[in-house]
C-alpha cells in the first residue's frame, strides 16, 4: 500500500466491511467502508447476460474529476485506494499570444 | 424525444469493442437497451451509480466502472438519467 503512487488514501476491509487497516483521506472512514461493501453486493448482481455466470468481477473503479478509488477483492480482503488524477503536463501550462 | 435516444444508442452501438448499452431513469424504469445489456438489470444500475454517488454527495455523478477478465461496464449519472455502455476489454 505504501508505494502507490499519487495514493490519497486507503482501506482494507473484511468481507463484512468491517475496517481492517486505513490511512490517509480513508483513516477510520466507516462510511466509505459500509457504501464500498453495498457497492460490492451490489454490482455481484450486475447483468448476467452481458458478464456471464463464470465471469466474476475483478475491479471497481469510482472516477471523480481530479481523484478516483479503486476497489479490489483478495485473499478474502477489499483493498480500496483512493487515488488522485494528475492532469498532463501540457493542460497545465498556459499559452500566451 | 425517444427518437434522439435512440439515435445516441445506435452511435454507441456503432463504437468499436461496444457489446451493449441501456438507459435507465432516476426509478430504475429501463427507457432504452440494446445488444448485450438486459432491461432487467436497470434497477441495478441505477442503485450502483446512487451508492456511488453516496461517497462524495457534494461533487459531480462519478463514473463507475465494473471490470472483469474480459469485459468492462461503465456506469455514469446525468441528471436523472443513468446510462450503462458493455464494452470487451482490447
Redesign the interface.
Known amino acids: 500500500m505504501e508505494k502507490i503512487p499519487d495514493k490519497l488514501g486507503y482501506l482494507i476491509l473484511t468481507e463484512e466491511g468491517a475496517v481492517l487497516e486505513s490511512g490517509g483521506e480513508l483513516e477510520n472512514d466507516e462510511r466509505?467502508a459500509t457504501?464500498v461493501t453495498?457497492?460490492i453486493s451490489?454490482?455481484n448482481?450486475?447483468?448476467p447476460?452481458?458478464?456471464?455466470h463464470n465471469?466474476?468481477?475483478?475491479?471497481?473503479?469510482?472516477?471523480?474529476?481530479d481523484h478516483?478509488?479503486t476497489i479490489c477483492l483478495s485473499n478474502k480482503k477489499i483493498y480500496v485506494v483512493k487515488r488522485s488524477i494528475q492532469a498532463p503536463a501540457s493542460e497545465g501550462i498556459a499559452v500566451n499570444v | 424525444m425517444e427518437k434522439d435516444l435512440d439515435k445516441v444508442v445506435e452511435e454507441i452501438m456503432a463504437t468499436s469493442n461496444v457489446?451493449?448499452c441501456l438507459f435507465a431513469d432516476h426509478q430504475g424504469l429501463c427507457l432504452a437497451a440494446k445488444?448485450?445489456?438486459?432491461v432487467?438489470?436497470a434497477g441495478?444500475?441505477v442503485?450502483?451509480s446512487e451508492?456511488?454517488c453516496?461517497?462524495?454527495p457534494n461533487?459531480?455523478p462519478?463514473?463507475?466502472?465494473?471490470?472483469?477478465?474480459?469485459?468492462i461496464?461503465l456506469i455514469q449519472r446525468h441528471g436523472t438519467i443513468t446510462g450503462a455502455i458493455?464494452k470487451l476489454k482490447t
Open positions: 466509505v457504501i453495498d457497492l451490489l454490482s448482481s450486475v447483468d447476460v452481458a458478464f456471464g465471469e466474476p468481477l475483478k475491479k471497481i473503479s469510482i472516477a471523480y474529476e478516483w478509488l | 457489446s451493449g445488444g448485450t445489456a438486459h432487467d438489470s441495478i444500475i442503485a450502483i451508492q456511488a453516496k461517497l462524495q461533487l459531480k462519478p463514473t463507475v466502472s465494473l471490470e472483469s477478465d474480459q469485459k461496464c458493455f
